[in-house]
Structure formats: C-alpha cells, structure tokens
C-alpha cells in the first residue's frame, strides 16, 4: 500500500485525516456506490415495473417528493425530467387501479392534476431542455405516453399536453428500426426508446444491469419473452439497498472510487486505500478506458480520474487510453457527444500532466507539444 504524503501547507488536522481515512474505507464498504434515489428513476419503475417489490414505496415517494408548485426536482428547467416521469408514473397507475373512489385513488389523482398543471405550464412557456443526459428523448416520448393515458382516462385530468419537438425521438426510432450501428450511450435511456429498442439483440445486461440503470433495466426486461435472472436480481438488490426508491445509476464502483480518490489527494490528505481496492481500479481500466458503471460507455472523464488517482497513489498506468477521445481541438467525454466539457478537459489534461511529469518511460509522448 502507498500512502500520499500531505501538501505542503494543507490543513491535515486529525479530524480531517479521520474523515478522509473513514472515506477510503467506505467506499470498499459500499462497493455500489452512495447514491441518493432519483424521482426520474422512480417513476419509471411506478410505470414499467409495478410487480417489482417496493411499489407501494415508491409511490409513496413521488407523493412526498412533489414539491408546493406541483412539480418534481429542482426549479427551472431542471424540473422538467423528473415532472414528467412522476406525472406519467402516477397516470399509470391510476389507470391500472380500481376506479373506485378510494382515499388512496383520490390523493393519487390530487397530485396527479397538480403534476399535470405543472408540466402543461413548463412546456406550455417554452422551457428549454435541460442539459442532462437524454432529455430531448425523455420528454417527447414521456408526453407522449401521458396523452394516452389522458385519453384511457376519459377527460378526467383534462385536455393533451403542449405540442413537444418529437424530432430527435423520432429519428432515434427511425435508426433503431434499422440495422444499422446505434450508439451506446442510448441504452441507458431504453426505458423511452419504445418498442422498436427490443428488436436491438445488441442490448444485453452487463452485471445484471443494462445502461447501469434500474429503469432501463426494468423496460428491457419487460421485453424479453423469457425471464433473466441476472437482470431481475440486480434490479431486487438495487429495490432492497434503497428501500423501494431508486437512484438514476447504479452502480458507479469505479466513478466514485476514482473521483473520492482523485479528491483527496489532490488536496494534499493521506490515503491509504487497500491492494485490493486499487487492484479493482487498475482492471477497470481498458483499452479503451473505464466507465461510469456496468453497460455504460466508457468516458474521459472517469478515465481521467482513474489514472490520475492511480499515479498518485504509485500505481501509475499508461494513459494511451485517452487518446482516443482526443479530437484535435478538445478532449470529448465519449465519442458523438453534443457540445464539449470544460471540466473533463481539465480532468484530462491532470492526468496526462501528471503522467508527463512523473513517469519513467514514454512520458514524452504526454508533454506539452
């Protein structure tokens, strides 16, 4: 084991050297990683996955989680993601229940309408799409299924939604209807690619996960005419780690490792993580460099920070994986990405500085040019 020597001058206070020791070893308590459930993520299971235990749980979440204004997750357009998914969860399930009226069914609709109105306004003044993964398909196809819920539910919640651009979800359906190459990064949005997503045989679970995403997973197996065993015992262990409700990716072993690691010692504090702790990180480096979590692309700034923790751990590896999302003028994320990101540039450029200053053989390779 390598232990980092603390920064000149940096604040490495027994409190703070206990923390950061205590962090090291949660994150080999926690192999999946720490993360908080999503409503997004929720919604989708309330929708898709009714017969996955928790259901009850998870409507209940959507039910606390609305916020006064009738919407979901943070204000502005950000809101928009989870809105829609907790809105079309809540649809379906009311369709699929007693038409009685129950008290159940009558909270059930109060905080349906409220989401509706929600929703209706946010679309209605032309609220951008918010730059989070997937948005541009999330949106269209979700307001699609809640229209069709409206009309099953007879006017009760009122007219269609605003018109939404279906542009980019329908030429994501057009290639999928193809037999032509679709980009991986698709898969952890499966549960929106609608009906057309399961005739891709590409598509299968990696660790019992597809997209390392519940609610993907969740759709894909909806589709297959016989049961998967791997994919319904992550998608159990992920429902009983978390209580019902759902984080947006799981797991993400190798993005938090990496990233906790990176933190700590560039801040100078001393780490002393285990062999088998940077084993696991070493082989999650490929050739093509390390993903997020199980089915996910690999992108540059995972990879980044997984070299640059491993470097200053002592564990140097070659950082030749990098090169390959270098396009000239930047670094992308992953290949076809939209727009570019400063930080993964930043985090990039760390990793090969660090490689280009320390490492005994091919370090020129890494120098600035």
């Given at each position: 084991m390598t232990t980092v020597a603390p920064a000149v001058g940096a604040e490495t206070g027994p409190s703070v050297t206990a923390a950061a020791r205590d962090l090291v070893a949660l994150l080999e308590r926690e192999p999946a990683g720490q993360v908080s459930n999503s409503v997004y993520e929720t919604g989708r299971l309330v929708a898709d996955a009714p017969w996955l235990d928790g259901h009850g749980r998870r409507l209940a979440y959507l039910l606390a989680q609305q916020s006064a204004d009738g919407s979901w997750g943070p204000a502005g357009g950000y809101a928009l993601v989870p809105t829609a998914s907790a809105v079309q969860g809540l649809l379906a399930e009311l369709v699929r229940a007693d038409p009685a009226g129950t008290a159940a069914r009558a909270e059930l609709a109060a905080a349906t309408a409220r989401g509706l109105a929600a929703l209706a306004r946010r679309l209605a003044d032309g609220t951008s799409m918010p730059d989070?993964?997937?948005?541009?398909?999330?949106?269209?196809?979700?307001?699609?299924?809640?229209?069709?819920?409206?009309?099953?539910?007879?006017?009760?919640?009122?007219?269609?939604?605003p018109p939404v651009d279906r542009r980019r979800v329908d030429a994501v359906a057009a290639l999928l209807a193809t037999d032509h190459p679709v980009p991986s990064k698709l898969w952890h949005a499966?549960?929106?690619?609608?009906?057309?997503?399961?005739?891709?045989?590409?598509?299968?679970?990696?660790?019992?996960?597809?997209?390392?995403?519940?609610?993907?997973?969740?759709a894909w197996l909806a589709h297959r005419r016989t049961p998967d065993r791997a994919a319904r015992a992550?998608?159990?262990?992920?429902?009983?780690?978390?209580?019902?409700?759902?984080?947006?990716?799981?797991?993400?072993?190798?993005?938090?490792?990496?990233?906790?690691?990176?933190?700590?010692?560039?801040?100078?504090?001393?780490?002393?993580?285990?062999?088998?702790?940077?084993?696991?990180?070493?082989?999650?480096?490929?050739?093509?460099?390390?993903?997020?979590?199980?089915?996910?692309?690999?992108?540059?700034?995972?990879?980044?920070?997984?070299?640059?923790?491993?470097?200053?751990?002592g564990h140097p590896v070659d950082p030749?994986?990098?090169?390959?999302?270098?396009?000239?003028?930047?670094?992308?994320?992953?290949?076809?990405?939209?727009?570019?990101?400063?930080?993964?540039?930043?985090?990039?450029?760390?990793?090969?500085?660090?490689h280009a200053r320390n490492a005994r053989d091919g370090a020129e390779r890494y120098a600035p040019g």
């Open positions: 989070t993964p997937a948005a541009d398909l999330i949106v269209p196809a979700l307001a699609a299924r809640i229209d069709a819920h409206l009309t099953e539910l007879g006017g009760e919640f009122g007219p269609a939604l499966y549960e929106v690619l609608g009906a057309a997503a399961a005739t891709r045989t590409e598509v299968t679970p990696v660790e019992g996960a597809v997209g390392a995403s519940p609610a993907a997973t969740a992550y998608l159990d262990a992920v429902v009983a780690r978390h209580g019902g409700p759902v984080p947006c990716c799981t797991p993400i072993t190798t993005f938090e490792r990496s990233w906790s690691l990176a933190t700590l010692v560039r801040v100078g504090l001393p780490v002393t993580p285990s062999p088998g702790l940077v084993s696991e990180l070493v082989a999650a480096l490929g050739p093509d460099g390390a993903a997020t979590g199980p089915g996910l692309p690999t992108d540059a700034d995972t990879t980044s920070a997984t070299l640059y923790a491993l470097a200053r751990l030749a994986s990098l090169l390959r999302f270098d396009l000239g003028t930047h670094f992308c994320t992953w290949q076809g990405e939209d727009g570019h990101s400063i930080t993964t540039n930043a985090h990039v450029l760390e990793a090969l500085g660090w």
